[in-house]
């Protein structure tokens, strides 16, 4: 019978040492596959420990695959080469996620705020006040739709900025949209198909895609979405931004939203995901009706996030649910916690009761239209102006740049790159095929452009194209 | 030809005031179901408004279900009781969730922890340097899987307090592990059937259930999951508290670990999902080591969260991925953002990073064994004493207490509820009809009692008990 000592084992356990040592044997060889190992009970006897600790090394030897149990006979070696699974090393080095991110002179596609725009003085009071005063409801579990007074107070402000009957009961707070996204999924059903935008905004899909719930690409235009094409489709679900298409920067007029309104009427189980999301920033006309402002049928779902407005520190958004669809959010999902942090809520709930959040929107507004005009003035002023040009820049943020060029768009996109400038075309952001996408159409975000840098952005633009 | 004046229609839109004029004759009847309206051109001609007016007004009555459309014949009054679905009135006053909750004389039911055991001067003061000092960062999108800063000082916690080796890049931060849970679906594949603990924490299998994911009880006892009954399941995932089983408390010893390592093995696509919650609050005896810290075979998914050690004021929680988990998450679910705000993870990093969090949880350990044992020792000294029997007092924070009684549980719960004693039974957390479930047993959560009202308290129980 196998016999390993138990002396000299220092502070590890004997139940472990046992493990280790019959673990070599096999390795080595000295095991070989196929060898039964002797009865836990005689075993034990013979090397002078209770039963339980060769049972608990025989334990952990299955567990990693080692040896194995056959019913009523015993434990046997493995082949080591079965062992499943492979475990994998450790990586080395950190993962990509973790490698700070290249600096670009100029990054037209990250959304960024620069330290200088964000209200941290005001923040911070607030968050002081609220940890120094609320100590009682800091401590209690929010409702599930999040805390009262912040949703009053996104009651309130959709009822004076948007002109919407919103009551502070029919908000969900969640962190951050994509969450609300999932929520509304389990809400209207994986069984629903679900619209959404071609062009558009890459994630939207990939989260229907990873909740596997079935999607089809309709086509976005300068008018919106093709309501044709989407009542063709089998849709049941329609995921918009009507108030700022990403990236076309396109609105839907107000006769296509009665449209869009018409569609979701038709037939029972249709809604309209309104992602309202950067409304704010819209730097020219005056602001369009909400679909969930003109709608009667309770057909609307409004979203929109204050991750976009303040800061991607601010990790709150919220979506407004018609009352039939509250009802039934309550009784099925109200048991899901509410994912934000009672301090933040309360915090934000006095930023936009105090007027602090309407300051920071006009502030950031006149901020983003003077990058925008300097931008566009210097594009204009420069060599670029006679084969470019300058698409929606009314919706915020960004607009569009074509350029009458023979250079392909991956070409020019390289050039960017290899300059520093983060830059992405058009036709990136398309899903399916689709005959008539624009090339050589560029999406300039501008939001982290600092004035100062213009020039010298302007200069290297040229470079990439016209050289 | 239908006629309205667009005489001091104020402030109003010409759209909107015809609209409004067409909607209130087909309500009154005065414009019957079946009658065809005028064609835009005329009806424009006519009244001398543009075409685009006559459009967007029926438009809105189309979208609103007043009137159909017949291709190249025209707009058609709709049958009013035809109209589509009929929108909910807005309902009167609040929502059932947020009318402030009934206050208890002892609620045993929820976790609560009191504002003098929340450290908030400490939380504050590095809330406000975090807000004082990282401008920069605090505006910049974190990596998926966190703030780097607070998933090492994880890392370096789970090293030193629960003797594992994660790396911080295993670690992915989210907004409570429901959120997480949710996460892992996607990860996992909802093809797979997951294996949910009976009795257990119900919103486990509400989470899988609202995610259209299969899953089955397995039977818990005082050594946790049945193995044999995983084995013959079919199911690919055990979702598990080996650390502290909700709700009785038991603690899966360490040869019983090990089996359910050996079914996890046994077969590719295995996984289990530890959930450690709590586990920092065991009164007594040795910490147990992890699954995730004995399994060799990256089958364990471990999980913990900073929501119940600290406070719900704080919405973190966490999970460690084994090795080609974390590849996979990265290809597939990296395009989700992380949902905690960045000054949180920061703040957190620090509280964990400068000993506060050992801190806190050794004063809360304290605390808590205070409260368990004043509470027992009540119970024990009282007439109780002769019917009464404690259970799983050291898993910390509940344990049970079996009655010997002829009173239903029914009945006793509504005893406790009317005498202001939120209870519940074990019997509650069974999902399945299981032979055995044990009746008069009730989970004693008194980790929101105070010291002051035990005497008050026990005195009640005798009355909704003995008499």
């Known amino acids: 019978m196998l016999t390993y000592s138990f002396t000299d084992i220092g502070s590890d356990s004997l139940y472990h040492h046992l493990y280790q040592c019959i673990k070599k044997d096999i390795l080595s060889g000295g095991l070989p596959a196929g060898t039964k190992l002797p009865s836990k009970r005689s075993f034990a006897?013979?090397?002078?420990?209770?039963?339980?600790?060769?049972?608990?090394?025989?334990?952990?030897?299955?567990?990693?695959?080692y040896i194995y149990s056959i019913p009523k006979k015993g434990f046997y070696v493995r082949e080591i080469s079965d062992l499943i699974p492979p475990a994998r090393?450790?990586?080395?080095?950190?993962?990509?996620?973790?490698?700070?991110?290249?600096?670009y002179v100029a990054d037209f596609v990250s959304n960024r705020i620069h330290p200088e725009q964000f209200p941290f003085s005001v923040w911070s009071k607030l968050i002081r006040e609220t940890l120094l005063n609320r100590h009682e409801e800091l401590l209690e579990a929010p409702p599930w739709g999040g805390i009262l007074e912040l949703r009053r107070a996104i009651s309130n402000h959709l009822k004076e900025f948007r002109n919407m009957e919103v009551s502070?009961?029919?908000?969900?707070?969640?962190?951050?949209?994509?969450?609300?996204?999932?929520?509304?999924?389990?809400l209207l059903g994986r069984d629903k198909i679900y619209a959404v935008e071609n062009p558009g905004y890459h994630k939207i899909a990939q989260i229907y895609g990873s909740n596997d719930v079935k999607h089809c690409f309709i086509p976005v235009d300068k008018n919106g979405m093709d309501v044709r094409e989407l009542e063709e489709s089998g849709c049941h679900v329609a995921h918009i931004s009507p108030a700022h298409h990403f990236p076309t920067g396109a609105v839907t007029p107000i006769g296509k939203r009665y449209e869009l309104l018409g569609w979701a009427t038709r037939d029972r189980g249709r809604y309209i995901i309104e992602d309202d999301y950067d409304s704010e920033f819209r730097l020219a006309g005056k602001p369009i009706p909400t679909l969930q402002g003109i709608d009667r049928s309770e057909r609307v779902i409004y979203m929109n996030t204050f991750t976009k407005t303040l800061a991607s520190t601010i990790r709150i958004s919220y979506m407004a649910l018609p009352y039939h669809l509250l009802e039934e959010f309550e009784t099925r999902?109200?048991?899901y916690s509410c994912t934000v942090s009672?301090?933040?809520?309360?915090?934000?709930?006095?930023?936009?009761?105090?007027?602090?959040?309407?300051?920071?929107?006009?502030?950031?507004?006149?901020?983003?239209?003077?990058?925008?005009?300097?931008?566009?003035?210097g594009i204009r002023k420069s060599p670029l102006a006679?084969?470019?040009?300058?698409?929606?820049?009314?919706?915020?943020?960004?607009?569009?740049?074509?350029?009458?060029?023979?250079i392909s768009d991956e070409e020019l996109l390289q050039r960017a790159e290899r300059a520093g400038i983060r830059l992405s075309s058009l036709a990136e952001?398309?899903?399916?095929?689709?005959?008539?996408?624009?090339?050589?159409?560029?999406?300039?975000?501008?939001?982290?452009l600092s004035v100062q840098k213009i020039p010298e952005v302007v200069n290297m633009l040229i470079k990439c194209i016209l050289c």
């Not at 600790?53 to 567990?63: C, I, R």
Request: charged share 25%.
């Open 45 to 65: 006897k013979n090397l002078g420990v209770s039963n339980i600790t060769v049972e608990n090394a025989y334990a952990q030897l299955q567990a990693e695959g």
């Open 89 to 103: 090393t450790r990586r080395e080095g950190l993962s990509e996620q973790d490698i700070p991110q290249k600096r």
């Open 168 to 186: 502070a009961e029919q908000i969900i707070i969640g962190a951050g949209t994509e969450y609300l996204y999932g929520l509304l999924i389990q």
């Open 333 to 335: 999902l109200s048991f």
């Open 342 to 377: 009672n301090f933040e809520q309360y915090a934000l709930a006095r930023f936009i009761e105090d007027g602090y959040f309407e300051k920071h929107i006009n502030r950031m507004r006149t901020h983003y239209r003077r990058i925008r005009d300097e931008l566009m003035a």
């Open 386 to 406: 006679s084969c470019c040009k300058i698409m929606e820049e009314d919706a915020g943020l960004h607009f569009l740049l074509h350029v009458d060029t023979e």
């Open 429 to 448: 952001y398309y899903c399916n095929p689709i005959s008539d996408i624009q090339e050589h159409t560029f999406v300039i975000n501008y939001s982290g």
